[in-house]
């Protein structure tokens, strides 16, 4: 019996002893990690030239001829209204203006000859600059009736189809170029004060898996008080390429505090 007590207390004491440090290696694997996971940020690529299209007047589309994913140049017509009563208004407004024309010159003659007063000569000048003014009304909105790209790129998104009809103001087309991404991260505010322009960093986006060198461009212009946070912008290697607007990724840094 006091051989079987001095068993059960020598397994008492060895359960009771507290459990030995993790394997050193190990440990310091997992260090290694945390440390790293406290230099990332979660980033995501925005183009600089990007846009929502929308209709300048009130009319029926008759033409799209770019669709989604299809790649246009800059002053390439991306959407054309049907547009025959404002070329009909204009023509009818030009004429107007020539025949102000006309009836100004006929009375500068006259005046020349003292046949009429400075006053009709006056009036005449007035109505050939009101019918002016109304032909050039009716030019901006003739050039209106087709919509031009701002930039090489490619369609996002047809908001409309062609042959509806949209009121002014109605977005009809979402463009971007992708040759001109950037990343924006959302870093901790405690990193201001090692941050700077031309700094570089890591950043991997999560659909290729490519490491890309990236380089500091600028910082937001304040901490969100509630995350505490600061908007960084950085510009991508020349040669990236296969890249996305709205990819995200991965951002690392080194030296972080």
Known sequence: MPYCRSILTLVVLVCAMPLRAEDPLLTTDIDTQAVAAERQARGVL????QAV????????????????GQHFRK???????????????LNAVQAAARAAREELAHKQQLAALNSVGRFEVNLAEARRAQAEAEAQVYRVQVKRC????????????????????????TPILEVVDNRTLEI?????????ATLKPGQTFTFVPDETGQPLQAEVKRLG??????????????????????????MSGTAQFEGMP
Request: contains cysteine; charged residues 20%; aromatic residues 6%.
């Open 46 to 49: 925005r183009a600089r030239d």
């Open 53 to 68: 299209l929308a209709s300048e007047l009130a009319g029926r589309i008759t033409e799209m001829p770019f669709a989604e």
């Open 75 to 89: 002053d390439e017509v991306l959407v054309r209204f049907d547009c025959g009563a404002y070329q009909a208004q």
């Open 146 to 169: 087709s919509v031009t790209a701002p930039f090489d790129g490619q369609v996002v998104q047809r908001r409309v189809q062609p042959h509806e009809s949209v009121a002014t103001g």
């Open 184 to 192: 924006h991260l959302l870093v901790p505010s405690r990193w201001l």
């Open 221 to 246: 212009a304040r901490i969100d008080e509630g995350s505490q946070t600061l908007l960084l912008i950085a510009t991508l290697p020349a040669d990236a390429s296969g890249l996305l607007a709205g």
